[in-house]
Every structure is written in C-alpha cells, then in structure tokens.
C-alpha cells in the first residue's frame, strides 16, 4: 500500500519534471485526458474538497500521494484557476481532442460548397468561442450584453474570413484551395480569441509575484498572453489539418469518419512536440513590460521584484 500523503507537495505545479520530454508528455496527456469529461459531479466535488481542504492543511485520513495527484488533474481538468468556478464541459482541455477532431474532420470533408463552409466555420467558431470564454484569464466576469456582443463579433468575423478565402482560392490551383479550412482556422484564431477576450485587453489580467501574491492588473500581460494564445492553437491545428490538405479521398474514404481517423492519428504523432515547444500555461514578464503606474506601485511595495507571472489562459 502506498503511504499516507506528504503535508509538503507543492500541488500548484506539475507531478512530472517539465524540464524533461517524457515529464511534459504525462503531464500534457493528463491535463487533456478525454475521460475526464465522462467524470460524475459527485466526482469532481470530491477532488475540489480534497485539492482545496489540502491548500488550507487540511490532509483527508489515509489519503496517498498518487490520490492527491489524482484528485488535482481531475480538478484542474474542470474547474477554472483564477475564479475557482466549474467549466462550461465542452470548454474543459480534456473536451478538446474529441470535439477538435470530430469537427475538423467536417471541415476537411465538406469545404466545396459555400453553405457548408459557412456552417462548419460557424460551429467551429462558435465552439472556439466557448472555449477561449471557458478558458479566459483572470477573474473579471463578464455581463451576458457584453458576451453576446463578443460571440457575435468574434463568429462573423471568422465565417467572412473563411469566404473571402473561399472565393479568392476558386483562382488558385485545386491543392491551393485545400488549404482553405486551415487557413480559415488560422485567419479566425486571430480573430475569436482578441473578440473573445476583449475585457482582458481593456481591464488587465492579474499579475503577482513567484509566490502567487497579487499585484495588479495590467492589459500589457493581457496583450503577451492572447498573442502566446493564439500562436499556440494555429500550431495545434497544423498538425491535424495541413498534411490531409495534400490527400484526395474518394468514396468512403472521404467520410468525416476516415478524415477523423486521420486526424487522430496524426495529432497523437505531432501534437505533443508543437505542445512541447509552446509557452506554459503559467507565462511571467520583465516588470519594465508593465504599464508605468503599475512598475511604480510594484517597485514602492516590492523593489526585490523583477518578474511577474500571470495565467495566460488557454
């Protein structure tokens, strides 16, 4: 059996050592483990109490060090680090893999016609607004007008971009126009997730220092994290995307259910590099990138500080 838990582990960071390629792989594959959707929410109640009960002291009889790690990936799989609230599931990392594929294998397969296009672009927009709002940073609610003002603006953006790419490929070689659903994909990231997010451009996101103390708000780290955002999810899509763009499928080979299978089988191949190389969900700044009153009141309460950290979102 194994022994009753340590009071000491650090259980705001990962398990596995994120210096090392096989530690980032079993932390990336927990965080977007799809069977955490399917968890009940008597489940998901039970790894709150036991994350947030262990942050106050508070250490459950007989609790092991592997169900602690348990319980803080099925926690941090659902509910939202700054605000602490549960996520809307189809916006959770772990609903990621299954809702990603599922409508990119749509998109690959019906992208001919100008109906089509816009239907799949819509849904996949809206789902990405979903997500990009689910996994927002800071704690800043957001009023149901300006959310709706948000989803409209960031939705039709993206479906005019993926038909004006449309109609400018109807002149460019046929394995030109294959290119249009990721391009259109990569075109509306630009978009959605700044429309998405706009209060965070606007208002700031919280900084605070190694420790985890708040420091401020500042639009400076809003604007760092979107752009790392955004540069994260078109690399993510061009694993899954840019190789079938060179395929042609005929008959039952050109399913959505064949293209899914593709596309699984490629992200599962790629996926963990692009995931690798890309910026932790933890970002951090030089104090100097800060907005001038915010520096000020950071180096008058804490002049040892150089660096601030903030959630960057997802």
């Not at 149901?144 to 939705?155: C, D, E, H, K, P």
């Not at 050109?254 to 932790?280: E, H, K, M, Q, Y």
Request: net charge neutral; proline share 6%; charged share 20%.
């Amino acid at each position: 059996m194994s022994e009753e838990v340590s009071r000491n582990i650090n259980i705001k960071e990962p398990r596995w050592d994120q210096g090392t390629f096989t530690g980032r792989a079993k932390h990336f594959f927990m965080v977007t483990d799809p069977r955490n959707v399917l968890l009940s929410s008597e489940t998901l109640e039970e790894a709150r109490v036991t994350v947030e009960n262990y942050r106050a002291g508070i250490v459950k009889p007989g609790l092991t060090e592997d169900e602690l790690w348990r319980a803080k990936y099925i926690y941090d799989s659902a509910f939202h680090p700054d605000t602490g609230e549960k996520m809307f599931v189809i916006g959770r990392m772990s609903a990621q893999v299954p809702m990603n594929m599922s409508i990119t294998g749509c998109m690959l397969t019906f992208y001919r016609t100008t109906p089509a296009v816009v239907f799949w672009q819509w849904v996949n927009q809206s789902f990405n607004a979903v997500v990009n709002y689910t996994n927002r940073s800071g704690d800043a609610p957001m009023t149901v007008n300006q959310l709706g003002a948000a989803y409209v603006s960031a939705t039709t953006g993206a479906v005019v971009t993926a038909l004006g790419l449309k109609s400018l490929a109807t002149r460019l070689p046929p394995i030109i126009s294959r290119f249009v659903p990721f391009c259109a994909v990569a075109a509306a990231n630009c978009i959605n997730i700044p429309f998405m997010r706009q209060r965070e451009l606007k208002y700031g996101i919280p900084v605070t220092d190694e420790n985890g103390n708040r420091l401020g708000e500042s639009p400076n780290a809003a604007r760092q994290a979107i752009v790392q955002v955004v540069v994260s999810r078109i690399g993510m899509a061009m694993p899954a995307m840019a190789p079938l763009c060179f395929m042609e499928f005929s008959g039952w080979l050109g399913s959505p259910f064949f293209c899914l299978f593709c596309i699984v089988f490629i992200r599962c191949l790629t996926w963990l590099p692009f995931n690798d190389a890309g910026p932790s969900l933890c970002s951090a700044m030089s104090v100097s990138g800060l907005e001038e009153d915010l520096q000020e009141r950071i180096r008058k309460t804490s002049p040892h500080i150089t660096t601030v950290y903030f959630n960057k979102g997802l």
